[in-house]
């Protein structure tokens, strides 16, 4: 299977043929619930990058609002849109990073107080850290090696030393490498540790409730997640998979039916569903269920989109250009999808508030007219 070919766009009746694949804050209500399913105004575009395939939300002029950064596939950069607090948001700033971006986070790398960036470059094989200066601008990038074609990146303190480390999925060479931070904006080499079958997305969490951090990593090629206990010491256990729907995606972990246990929530793109697995707090998930979404999801996020204090769940649509909200009903379930219009080919969702009203907005980074499409909450309370 060729390098650098993540996703073959080839439309084969209703899904996309996939050959290799190439925070926001999470919004809790508290107190006042406000309706039964969420709305939201018409979306508005904004300009970014070549190819948008992943997006982030923070605070990166330290104004108190919300900004965006997408990771463009296409040039080799990054973007940031800083937000004006109204729910717009000004021209791009467009920042040179490694080749084939294909995930971008955010962190504190050097612990000063300034939200910095890094993104996993499938085209390279590193992961590019651009320090943040505090006022929406950041400095030349510093490259550290990955495996093999790196897909997407979290942050955590996996030694627990204070400093922020990285871990990486690598889509070719079915691992996940760890890099640990020395809290100046360096890195140490990388240590790499199995995965399942081209390992997608990777995020961060604990499982087994030992208060060291561990991973969980979807894996495309043989449709599972892989969990990897930590050990407190930037160290982590051999994998267990647990089966998915097929070809899973993005992977987000929360708390959904309010047992403190961390579960966890994955976009499965081929059919076209978001498999949850409750967490059992020992390290162990159960089976999954299903639930449906519109036409290829590739994406997904959790936040209280409706106000009555339960997680719901979206999905960035690629074959679908929407957004799916399944409302949460805080037992672990999830209700029918609702369905609202975004720019075409989304392949990446994040959640802010935008117009600092109280209420999660919602954005996505859409791949082929280069563009996030923001979509405003307008649920009454």
Same mark, same amino acid.
């Given at each position: 299977?060729?390098? +650098?070919?993540?996703?073959?766009?080839?439309?084969?009746?209703?899904?996309?043929?996939?050959?290799?694949?190439?925070?926001?804050?999470?919004?809790?209500?508290?107190?006042?619930?406000?309706?039964?399913?969420?709305?939201?105004?018409?979306?508005?575009?904004?300009?970014?990058?070549?190819?948008?395939?992943?997006?982030?939300?923070? #605070?990166?002029?330290?104004? &108190? +609002?919300?900004?965006?950064?997408?990771? +463009?596939?296409?040039?080799?950069?990054?973007?940031? @849109?800083?937000?004006?607090?109204?729910?717009?948001?000004?021209?791009?700033?467009?920042?040179?990073?490694?080749?084939?971006?294909?995930?971008?986070?955010?962190?504190?790398?050097?612990?000063?107080?300034?939200?910095?960036?890094?993104?996993?470059?499938?085209?390279?094989?590193?992961?590019?850290?651009?320090?943040?200066?505090?006022?929406?601008?950041?400095?030349?990038?510093?490259?550290?090696?990955?495996?093999?074609?790196?897909?997407?990146?979290?942050?955590? #303190?996996?030694?627990?030393?204070?400093?922020?480390?990285?871990?990486?999925?690598?889509?070719?060479?079915?691992?996940?490498?760890? @890099?640990? *931070?020395?809290?100046?904006?360096?890195?140490?080499?990388?240590?790499?540790?199995?995965?399942?079958?081209?390992?997608?997305?990777?995020?961060?969490?604990?499982?087994?409730?030992?208060?060291?951090?561990?991973?969980?990593?979807?894996?495309?090629?043989?449709?599972?997640?892989?969990?990897?206990? *930590?050990?407190?010491?930037?160290?982590?256990?051999?994998?267990?998979?647990? &089966?998915?729907?097929?070809?899973?995606?993005?992977?987000?972990?929360? #708390?959904?039916?309010?047992?403190?246990?961390?579960?966890?929530?994955?976009?499965?793109?081929?059919?076209?569903?978001?498999?949850?697995?409750? *967490?059992?707090?020992?390290?162990? @998930?159960?089976?999954?269920?299903?639930?449906?979404?519109?036409?290829?999801?590739?994406?997904?996020?959790?936040?209280?989109? #409706?106000?009555?204090?339960?997680?719901?769940?979206?999905?960035?649509?690629?074959?679908?250009?929407?957004?799916?909200?399944?409302? *949460?009903?805080?037992?672990?379930?999830?209700?029918?999808?609702?369905?609202?219009?975004?720019?075409?080919?989304?392949?990446?969702?994040?959640?802010?508030?935008?117009?600092?009203?109280?209420?999660?907005?919602?954005?996505?980074?859409?791949?082929?007219?280069?563009?996030?499409?923001?979509? @405003? +909450?307008?649920?009454?309370?």
């Amino acid at each position: 299977m060729p390098r +650098n070919h993540r996703i073959v766009r080839a439309r084969r009746g209703r899904r996309y043929l996939v050959a290799v694949l190439a925070a926001a804050g999470l919004f809790t209500a508290q107190g006042t619930a406000w309706a039964d399913a969420p709305a939201f105004a018409t979306h508005v575009e904004y300009g970014t990058g070549g190819a948008p395939v992943s997006v982030r939300v923070a #605070d990166f002029d330290e104004d &108190g +609002n919300a900004d965006q950064v997408t990771a +463009n596939y296409d040039d080799a950069t990054v973007s940031v @849109l800083l937000g004006n607090g109204d729910g717009t948001f000004d021209t791009k700033t467009d920042y040179g990073v490694g080749s084939i971006p294909d995930g971008v986070e955010v962190g504190d790398y050097d612990k000063d107080g300034n939200l910095d960036l890094v993104t996993a470059n499938t085209g390279d094989n590193t992961v590019s850290v651009l320090l943040g200066n505090g006022d929406g601008t950041f400095d030349t990038k510093t490259d550290y090696g990955t495996g093999t074609s790196p897909y997407k990146v979290e942050t955590g #303190d996996f030694d627990e030393d204070t400093n922020p480390d990285l871990a990486v999925s690598n889509i070719e060479d079915n691992t996940v490498s760890v @890099l640990s *931070g020395n809290g100046d904006g360096t890195f140490d080499t990388k240590v790499d540790y199995g995965t399942g079958t081209w390992p997608y997305g990777v995020t961060v969490g604990d499982f087994d409730e030992d208060a060291n951090l561990d991973l969980v990593v979807s894996n495309v090629g043989d449709n599972t997640v892989s969990v990897l206990l *930590g050990n407190g010491d930037g160290t982590f256990d051999t994998k267990t998979d647990y &089966g998915t729907g097929a070809q899973p995606s993005r992977v987000v972990l929360a #708390d959904f039916d309010g047992d403190t246990n961390v579960d966890v929530a994955v976009a499965n793109l081929e059919d076209a569903t978001v498999s949850v697995l409750l *967490g059992n707090g020992d390290g162990t @998930l159960d089976t999954k269920t299903d639930y449906g979404t519109d036409a290829d999801p590739i994406s997904l996020e959790t936040a209280d989109l #409706d106000g009555d204090s339960a997680l719901d769940l979206m999905t960035a649509n690629a074959g679908g250009a929407s957004v799916s909200v399944l409302p *949460g009903n805080g037992d672990g379930t999830f209700a029918t999808k609702a369905d609202f219009g975004v720019d075409s080919t989304p392949f990446s969702v994040a959640v802010g508030d935008f117009n600092k009203d109280g209420r999660p907005d919602v954005t996505t980074a859409n791949l082929s007219p280069a563009t996030v499409s923001v979509l @405003l +909450n307008t649920t009454t309370p």
